[in-house]
């Protein structure tokens, strides 16, 4: 089967059927797995509809039950098992957060790369709650209108800003009705692998900026430990070849030197606690692989942290091309 390329580049773009929006497409049909097992840790009735409005044939079967765990070979089977019960307790980690953060009193939240993220159709919002998702113009759209003609109702105030994180997406938030002046919760899920190492600062340093005391993020990082960033996009991308899947993923990870996530959101004013995956697994009654296979997911951290200062350090300084090594600054949206 001739496979899909999705090598990245500068200034690269997509849709839900390719690159990394084939991703958010992928997680999506893993949640729709997710939510008809028997005692599910997650529900997100609208993941196997935008799945099958996407139109990609492997995922649509997928969420059909032509390609299911029982009858693929006994290596694939078990691979999607680990993928749908990891992308199950992602989910629920970041259900949690916001939660948590609306039962604080916030309310407004801010989705990044939302992709086929759902949680402003299907997370029960306190009234007056507003939730912006920001994603590549053609993924907004396509959400929008799929949901709609789905007939699905938002349960908080839904603001869609169709942006390239690339481009100046703190002013286009503002441009929406964002106010830096109020308490914000902060997903960054599914995110990190697919952003350039300083291009990740960069983003940090934009959501700090825009943080009032009281703020909340939830993110996500491999430590440097263990398999590099492309080792690790190598496995991804095998897993999923196992079952047939014909985009290949392998090219989407940005490798290089990283900023420690708890670190950097410390050193800026960010009270950091963190959790990893393998605990959220015990957490939410799943069992953890300790083999070979998962040793890349073994230590991946789930960060949450509130905003203690008052005050924003300076904005982080981008660097030149010569000093990133021809390095492209691209940005990738949630998974």
């Given at each position: 089967?001739?496979?899909?390329?999705?090598?990245?580049?500068?200034?690269?773009?997509?849709?839900l059927?390719?690159?990394?929006?084939?991703?958010?497409?992928?997680?999506?049909?893993?949640?729709?797995?997710a939510?008809t097992?028997p005692?599910?840790i997650?529900?997100d009735?609208?993941?196997?509809?935008?799945?099958?409005?996407?139109?990609?044939e492997?995922?649509?079967?997928?969420?059909?039950?032509?390609?299911?765990?029982?009858?693929a070979?006994e290596q694939?089977?078990?691979?999607?098992?680990?993928?749908?019960?990891?992308?199950?307790?992602?989910?629920r980690?970041?259900?949690?957060?916001?939660?948590?953060?609306a039962e604080?009193?916030?309310?407004?939240?801010?989705?990044?790369?939302a992709?086929?993220?759902?949680?402003?159709?299907?997370?029960?919002?306190?009234?007056?709650?507003?939730?912006y998702?920001?994603?590549q113009?053609?993924?907004?759209?396509?959400?929008?209108?799929?949901l709609?003609?789905?007939g699905?109702t938002?349960?908080?105030?839904?603001?869609?800003?169709?942006i390239?994180l690339?481009?100046?997406?703190?002013?286009?938030?503002?441009?929406?009705?964002?106010?830096?002046?109020?308490?914000t919760?902060?997903?960054?899920?599914?995110?990190?692998m697919?952003?350039?190492?300083?291009?990740?600062?960069?983003?940090?340093?934009?959501?700090?900026a825009l943080s009032?005391?009281?703020?909340?993020?939830?993110?996500?990082?491999?430590?440097?430990s263990?398999?590099?960033?492309?080792?690790?996009?190598?496995?991804?991308?095998?897993?999923?070849?196992?079952?047939g899947?014909?985009i290949?993923?392998?090219?989407l990870?940005?490798?290089g030197?990283?900023?420690?996530?708890?670190?950097?959101?410390?050193?800026?004013?960010?009270?950091?606690?963190?959790?990893l995956?393998?605990?959220?697994f015990a957490?939410?009654?799943?069992?953890?692989?300790?083999?070979?296979?998962?040793?890349?997911?073994?230590?991946?951290?789930?960060?949450?942290?509130?905003?203690?200062a008052a005050d924003?350090?300076?904005?982080?300084?981008?660097?030149?091309?010569?000093?990133e090594?021809?390095?492209?600054?691209?940005?990738?949206?949630?998974?």
């Open positions: 089967m001739m496979r899909r390329d999705s090598v990245r580049f500068d200034g690269d773009t997509w849709d059927a390719s690159s990394v929006g084939a991703t958010a497409t992928m997680v999506a049909a893993a949640r729709a797995l939510s097992e005692d599910p997650i529900d009735p609208f993941a196997a509809p935008l799945v099958r409005a996407v139109g990609v492997f995922f649509t079967r997928l969420v059909d039950g032509d390609i299911a765990v029982s009858q070979a694939a089977g078990r691979n999607l098992r680990l993928e749908t019960d990891s992308m199950a307790v992602r989910t980690f970041f259900d949690d957060f916001f939660v948590a953060a604080a009193g916030l309310r407004q939240s801010v989705i990044l790369a992709g086929l993220d759902s949680r402003s159709y299907r997370l029960a919002w306190p009234a007056g709650s507003v939730v998702e920001i994603d113009p053609r993924v907004i759209d396509f959400k929008t209108r799929a709609a003609d789905l699905a938002p349960t908080a105030e839904r603001r869609p800003v169709g390239d690339r481009d100046d997406w703190p002013t286009a938030l503002r441009q929406h009705g964002f106010d830096p002046a109020q308490p919760a902060w997903s960054a899920e599914g995110l990190l697919y952003l350039p190492p300083h291009a990740q600062d960069r983003l940090f340093d934009d959501i700090t009032a005391p009281g703020s909340r993020l939830a993110t996500e990082y491999h430590p440097e263990g398999p590099t960033m492309a080792q690790r996009a190598q496995m991804f991308n095998r897993r999923w070849a196992d079952l899947c014909d290949d993923l392998s090219g990870f940005y490798d030197p990283r900023s420690n996530v708890v670190d950097y959101l410390t050193d800026r004013g960010w009270q950091v606690s963190t959790r995956r393998r605990d959220l957490d939410y009654g799943r069992t953890f692989p300790d083999d070979e296979e998962m040793a890349a997911f073994r230590n991946v951290v789930a960060v949450t942290a509130i905003r203690t924003s350090p300076p904005m982080h300084r981008q660097p030149t091309r010569d000093e090594g021809g390095a492209p600054n691209s940005d990738g949206p949630n998974r």
